[in-house]
């Protein structure tokens, strides 16, 4: 399969990169420029692995930066080479770099290993001296002038102590695009998180889907800590794919980095869109892949069940597998299931037009006179008894999408019965392709008059409308 990427022409902000020795604080100068807690940061060396990519705005101008992992880290050496090629790569796309270093435990040989590397990749290196978060710390800082010819920074990611000079000296030297450019802005792409225990093949997914290694692979489950945003092109669509690290039992995630990576992950499924659930074809479904399954449904995500890894089964074991999906499945009836191989590309066309056409599902309107006339037939409108009297749906309007929800008017106030509900459901999907989106019902009453009376405001349409005590469809 050919690699699944377009080329990007539009202009590109100017790139930076952080690169440092384990625990110098590379991830908190991440998380305060970006502006917000992408990148896990604890006390554990060695806790970034895979490098992370991030934006940011200084003086009208916009910026991408990357956070790399530690270099010359305690860890086996497959992880230092991987995290090494992740570091040049991030390097060739920079126009400058910022070797970060702890001013207070002062200069290392580690430190002096990092510069002599840094000057042979051919891009200009500024010395970030970090930790001095007093005015009076800042003189230790003059150590660092051992490492040669650079511009050195006395600055403190936890305070912002000096990032002011620095970054203006940044926009002097190398002026970026506007802070506004033409088209979506990366919070208005669609998001996709993808999902699913350790080493069934999610970073390889995106590995392949990208055309190149951009995150980290190996047999050793775990291997992915932080959330890994990506920006990926495809027929001109924009996407960005949340690689996210693989959902253990709580009892297996005994160190604080993995405990807060299992955290991340359920905040990356949360702003996602639609979420990728992947399986291993070699493996039964767990309860931990239910329990997956169960959190995009309640957070109203758009959903693909992929069987990942089917060049490892006989092509008659296929059928087993979807009829599994099914069965442990089956409160997600909605999800397409598909069999894809990371590692030879098969299914991957398919993964992509299925995800085009959920997506439109997950967007998509219908108008109030098409949505009655579903229900025209008297037969069709009975939602419960009260006392021994039918409750007739009266009127039905959707009022938001992402995902689709309904608003439903009641002849009387009574008991509705859950199976009532779903009969709803499955006209609404018998009439309109609603494949890969669950379904909100809201029962008449003032929630759903005052969902009725927002529909047409904007914020309807970037967030489904929510609220305690309203009967939902297949919860």
């Given at each position: ?130 930790k001095l978060d007093t005015p009076s710390l800042q003189r230790q800082a003059a150590e660092f002038y051992r490492l040669g010819p650079a511009r050195l920074w006395a600055i403190s990611a936890e305070t912002g102590l000096g990032l002011g000079d620095l970054l203006d000296e940044l926009t002097r030297q190398w002026p970026s695009v506007p802070e506004t450019p033409e088209g979506p802005t990366p919070e208005e792409i669609p998001r996709i998180a993808i999902v699913g225990r350790p080493n069934v093949g999610k970073s390889s997914l995106v590995n392949r889907l990208l055309g190149y290694p951009r995150v980290i692979v190996s047999e ?256």
């Amino acid at each position: 399969m050919q690699k699944i990427r377009e080329t990007v022409t539009a202009p590109a902000p100017v790139t930076i990169t952080l690169i440092g020795r384990p625990n110098v604080g590379k991830s908190t100068l991440f998380n305060r420029l970006t502006g917000r807690r992408q990148a896990i940061v604890t006390s554990v060396p060695g806790t970034t692995r895979d490098r992370r990519e991030g934006t940011f705005v200084w003086n009208g101008l916009q910026y991408r930066l990357y956070d790399t992992g530690g270099l010359f880290a305690d860890e086996t050496e497959m992880f230092q080479e991987a995290i090494l090629e992740q570091c040049r790569r991030a390097i060739e796309e920079s126009a400058v770099v910022w070797l970060v270093v702890d001013g207070r435990e002062g200069l290392t040989a580690s430190d002096i290993e990092l510069m002599a590397w840094l000057r042979k990749q051919g891009k200009p290196v500024w010395v970030l001296v970090n930790k001095l978060d007093t005015p009076s710390l800042q003189r230790q800082a003059a150590e660092f002038y051992r490492l040669g010819p650079a511009r050195l920074w006395a600055i403190s990611a936890e305070t912002g102590l000096g990032l002011g000079d620095l970054l203006d000296e940044l926009t002097r030297q190398w002026p970026s695009v506007p802070e506004t450019p033409e088209g979506p802005t990366p919070e208005e792409i669609p998001r996709i998180a993808i999902v699913g225990r350790p080493n069934v093949g999610k970073s390889s997914l995106v590995n392949r889907l990208l055309g190149y290694p951009r995150v980290i692979v190996s047999e050793i489950p775990g291997t992915t800590r932080d959330v890994v945003d990506v920006e990926w092109r495809w027929d001109g669509h924009r996407w960005i794919l949340l690689d996210t690290a693989g959902h253990k039992k709580r009892s297996k995630a005994r160190d604080w980095p993995e405990r807060v990576s299992l955290l991340m992950m359920r905040r990356a499924l949360v702003r996602s869109d639609l979420v990728w659930l992947v399986l291993d074809a070699t493996q039964p479904i767990s309860r931990r892949d239910r329990q997956l399954a169960g959190w995009s449904l309640r957070e109203g995500k758009g959903l693909l069940v992929l069987w990942n890894k089917v060049d490892l089964v006989p092509a008659s074991a296929r059928p087993a597998l979807l009829q599994q999906a099914r069965e442990f499945l089956k409160f997600v009836d909605y999800a397409p299931v598909l069999c894809v191989s990371a590692l030879t590309g098969e299914g991957l066309a398919g993964l992509i037009e299925t995800t085009e056409t959920v997506w439109h599902n997950l967007t998509r309107r219908i108008t109030t006179g098409v949505l009655n006339r579903y229900f025209e037939h008297e037969a069709d409108t009975v939602v419960g008894m009260a006392q021994g009297r039918p409750i007739r749906l009266k009127y039905i309007t959707q009022v938001s999408i992402r995902p689709p929800t309904f608003a439903l008017f009641l002849s009387r106030l009574g008991r509705v019965r859950p199976e009532h509900l779903q009969k709803i459901e499955k006209w609404l999907r018998h009439q309109s392709d609603f494949t890969g989106t669950p379904i909100r019902l809201l029962i008449a009453g003032r929630e759903a008059r005052r969902a009725y009376r927002k529909k047409s405001s904007p914020s309807s349409a970037s967030a489904p409308f929510r609220s305690p005590g309203v009967a939902v469809g297949r919860r």
